[in-house]
């Protein structure tokens, strides 16, 4: 069936790097996504969202591309921080029903 | 702190009993949903309300059973659950189509 997935089950980057996560889905009628944050003990945070009419947009300290002829998401995070330090999700909606499907997940772990 | 608030935030249960899961927002959201997320992995739909409606039953067991009173609350109703529905309980609410999900912190729920 369909599904959204992630290459990489955990990310280890030194802090003030710069940090990618990358994700797969395979639903060709997938339309827009968002990558969700989720720290220990609390729900997922929207970071940033992307319609696919676009293929890049920036937010504070962060950046999605989307690549829909591989069907690839990433999330650039510049300047990693240890507040960065979380699970990150993508997630995928095909808008027809407001469905929205989230990804496997990575962790992200800062080092000082 | 979120705008969509879930209570409580941890319950015990056992086999027999009935209990009930809260969820409130005020961001004139008109879509609202419940999800469920097991330890290390992504969270899952179960529910979705359009306009105080069902509109999404991802085949989710009779023991779960939704309520939505009015458009700012959203209710999950629980009976003889088993053990294997311990879980993050995240309700989320939306405008309705390509918008971002917001969420609660969840309710952790144990049943033993």
């Known amino acids: 069936g369909e599904s959204v997935g992630l290459h990489l089950p955990t990310l280890s980057v030194q802090e003030g790097d710069n940090s990618i996560i990358n994700c797969a889905y395979s639903?060709?009628?997938?339309?827009?996504f968002i990558w969700y944050k989720q720290e220990s003990g609390k729900g997922p945070q929207f970071i940033i969202d992307?319609?696919?009419?676009?293929d890049k947009r920036q937010g504070q300290r962060v950046t999605v591309l989307l690549n829909k002829t591989v069907k690839h998401l990433s999330l650039q995070i510049a300047a990693t921080q240890p507040g960065d330090s979380a699970v990150y999700f993508c997630?995928?909606?095909?808008?027809?029903?407001?469905?929205?499907?989230f990804g496997k997940g990575i962790t992200l772990s800062v080092r000082p | 702190d979120t705008e969509v608030t879930q209570t409580p935030k941890h319950l015990v249960m056992g086999m027999t009993n009935k209990k009930s899961l809260k969820c409130e927002q005020h961001?004139?959201?008109?879509?609202m949903y419940w999800y469920k997320q097991k330890a290390k992995k992504p969270p899952e739909l179960m529910f979705v309300?359009?306009?105080?409606?069902?509109?999404i039953n991802e085949s989710v067991p009779s023991r779960f059973s939704p309520e939505c009173p009015n458009s700012s609350l959203l209710n999950l109703h629980l009976h003889a659950l088993q053990p294997e529905d311990s879980a993050l309980y995240l309700c989320?609410?939306?405008?309705?189509?390509?918008?971002?999900?917001?969420f609660g912190n969840g309710t952790r729920l144990t049943v033993t």
């Open positions: 989320a609410s939306s405008h309705w189509g390509n918008s971002p999900l917001h």
């Open positions: 639903n060709s009628a997938s339309d827009y």
């Open positions: 992307i319609r696919s009419n676009m």
């Open positions: 997630a995928e909606n095909n808008g027809a029903n407001s469905k929205l499907t």
């Open positions: 961001m004139g959201h008109r879509a």
């Open positions: 309300y359009s306009y105080e409606k069902l509109s």
